[in-house]
């Protein structure tokens, strides 16, 4: 077993992790003023560590040459946080950390964005061997799921408490320069994975297509018209919600994601519930409506004992009424 693999129900929380940073991107609360400090945590206790170990493990994942320097990575990307109130953020100010860490290991050609699929879209990407999404990459994979935010005393980062930076939280400015570079770095076909069947907190229908999302705000307008051929989306539905579809291809926020890449220069080509990912759904749900269909058409062997159970019981009836008629 890959010592790299993460346990599903930790990449679950990870997901939920970038979900909130995510939907934080949406209008701020309204009682979020009357109090700075929320129940955030400090900064992920060793970071530090867990940053090193997951840039050396990527190098050795991927053989990167010439060798990251990781140690120098790590500077970088304290620098852009430490010695500051820990509101004080800016994309800007992981520029540095991201000139640094581009590299062409996992694949830009194939590059998978996501927007509340976290879950599917990391299993299917298989750690960027299959596609890339930019968790695969060297900044998602060092900093996936950890917090941090700066201190103007020492040690220069916030041990205990993160506060909440109104509408969101301090390292949301990181993910954001992590999406645009993200985004500029992709070439040739690229895929967008997005949910039809999105709820918030509260149960409300979520867009498929947010254009306050990080894939609204962040990704889609920095796509390099010349590098970028096609975008691919794939709008997948949960298992449990049945058709008709609010939001799928040609239907409600797709139409406007539609008009604004083409408006772009970008062709969309948009496939509803792709087999290949359903089959991945049904993993966790093989005795659903739609699983079980999926399982058949491929196969078609089902029929088969039918016929046979029919065969038998009319040889059955056919030979009772013979020994009757004998008998009578
Ligand atoms: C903060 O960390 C403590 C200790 O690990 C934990 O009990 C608590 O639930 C955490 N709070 C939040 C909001 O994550
Ligand atoms: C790595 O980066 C650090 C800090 O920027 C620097 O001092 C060191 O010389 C670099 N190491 C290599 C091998 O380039
Ligand atoms: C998002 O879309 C709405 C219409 O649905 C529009 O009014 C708004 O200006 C858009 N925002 C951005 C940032 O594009
Ligand atoms: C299954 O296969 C048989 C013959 O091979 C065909 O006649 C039948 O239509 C198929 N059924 C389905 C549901 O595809």
């Known amino acids: 077993m890959g010592a790299t693999r993460l346990p599903l129900s930790l990449l679950v929380l ?8 995510r939907v934080s991107a949406l ?26 170990g997951r840039c050396w493990d990527f190098q050795r994942l991927w053989k990167v040459s010439p060798e990251i320097n990781c140690t120098g990575l790590w500077d970088k990307f304290f620098h852009a946080f430490s010695n500051r109130d820990p509101c004080d953020q800016k994309p800007s100010y992981y520029d540095d950390f ?46 996936n799921g950890l917090r941090w935010c700066g201190s103007l005393s020492e040690p220069w980062y916030n041990e205990k408490t993160c506060p909440k930076c109104p509408p969101t939280v301090p390292w949301d400015s990181f993910w954001r320069a992590a999406s645009r570079s993200f985004a500029k770095r992709a ?31 962040e990704e ?19 298992l449990i919600v049945v058709p008709p579809y609010r939001e799928a291809c040609g239907k409600g926020s797709l139409i406007q994601l539609d008009q604004e890449l083409s408006r772009r220069g970008f062709l969309m080509d948009c496939t509803d519930d792709p087999p290949f990912l ?18 058949t058409d491929g196969t078609n062997t089902s029929n088969a004992p039918k016929i046979t159970m029919y065969k038998i019981s009319l040889s059955v009836i056919i030979v009772s009424a013979w020994l009757v008629t004998v008998n009578t």
Not at 14 to 21: A, E, H, P, Q
Not at 132 to 142: A, K, R, S
Not at 278 to 294: E, G, I, M, Y
């Open 14 to 21: 990870l997901g939920t992790l970038r979900v909130i940073s």
């Open 27 to 52: 209008p701020p609360e309204p009682e979020m003023s009357t109090s700075m400090l929320t129940e955030n945590n400090g900064t992920t206790l060793h970071l530090e560590e867990i940053f090193l």
């Open 98 to 143: 991201f000139s640094a860490s581009a590299f062409d290991t996992p694949s830009a050609e194939k590059t998978l964005f996501w927007s509340g699929t976290t879950v599917l879209a990391h299993e299917y990407s298989n750690d960027g061997l299959r596609y890339t999404t930019l968790e695969d990459t060297l900044p998602g994979y060092v900093l």
């Open 187 to 217: 070439r040739g076909d690229v895929y967008v994975m997005l949910s039809g069947t999105r709820k918030d907190q509260e149960g409300k229908p979520i867009d498929a297509f947010v254009n306050t999302s990080y894939f609204g705000m």
């Open 220 to 238: 889609l307008p920095n796509l390099d018209q010349q590098k970028v051929s096609k975008v691919n989306v794939w709008v997948m539905h949960d």
């Open 278 to 295: 359903r089959h991945l759904q049904c993993v966790d749900d093989p005795n659903s409506k739609s699983c079980t269909k999926a399982a």
